[in-house]
């Protein structure tokens, strides 16, 4: 079976410390790699960047616990991905329906940057999510890291592929990937990215699936 997560992974060596130091100081934290949350045969899949560090990172759940999550989780309420439009912890009882999370980067890295070695250590992970895919799949993919990531992970040339919000790429006739804006406070808070731009590549990808 191909591995897509592992709990126990540190081949990283800077996020294998940061996250010891990270547990020193919030003993009550998930503080370890973060895994996929959602249906394994889900036919849209969210890849976002890396776990939050009082978000994912605190409660074990993608998106689950800070600001990035709340417009997420409300907007696949609204699409009809999600039980519930507020996820607060990993044992809550939202559900996603017919949808998966998972990250580009699997543990909290420091300022919410990994480097591109890290980036790639990771990479396996997502390439055996993406491969384990259904036909007709839809990936979003929240940010340009993601979108690079995915990209690799399946074999891609860059250059073919550019990111841009609303961007659609048909990857290697396999999956459909829309790009986004990431669900940053930073985005939101600038204006880069608002309920109603991000509402609509959720929009797309309802439609495509439904179609």
């Known amino acids: 079976m191909t591995e897509v997560f592992d709990v126990n992974c540190r081949r990283c060596p800077r996020l294998a410390a940061f996250l010891d130091e990270v547990r020193d100081k919030h003993p009550d934290y998930y503080c370890r790699p973060v895994p996929p949350f959602g249906d394994a045969n889900a036919r849209l899949m969210i890849a976002g960047l890396a776990p939050g ?6 409660t074990g759940r993608p998106f689950t616990g800070d600001y990035a999550g709340v417009l997420l989780y409300e907007t ?27 990250n580009a980067v699997k543990c909290l ?6 480097v591109g070695a890290e980036i790639n250590a990771c990479n396996e992970f997502i390439a055996n999510e993406l491969a384990a895919l259904p036909n007709d799949a839809i990936v979003v993919a929240l940010g340009g890291i993601a979108h690079r990531a995915v990209v690799k992970a399946v074999g891609g040339r860059q250059v073919e592929y550019k990111f841009a919000h609303l961007a659609e790429h048909n990857v290697a006739g396999r999956f459909t990937m829309l790009d986004s804006y990431h669900c940053s406070r930073y985005n939101t808070n600038t204006g880069r990215l608002t309920p ?16």
């Open 76 to 102: 696949l309420y609204k699409f009809g991905f999600s039980s519930a439009a507020e996820s607060l912890s990993a044992d809550d009882p939202l559900k996603l329906v017919d949808c998966r999370i998972s």
């Open 109 to 114: 890295p420091p300022d919410n940057k990994p």
């Open 196 to 211: 109603a731009t991000f509402e609509q590549v959720f929009s797309r990808a309802r439609q495509l699936l439904d179609h």
């Open 53 to 58: 560090m009082h978000g994912a990172n605190r």
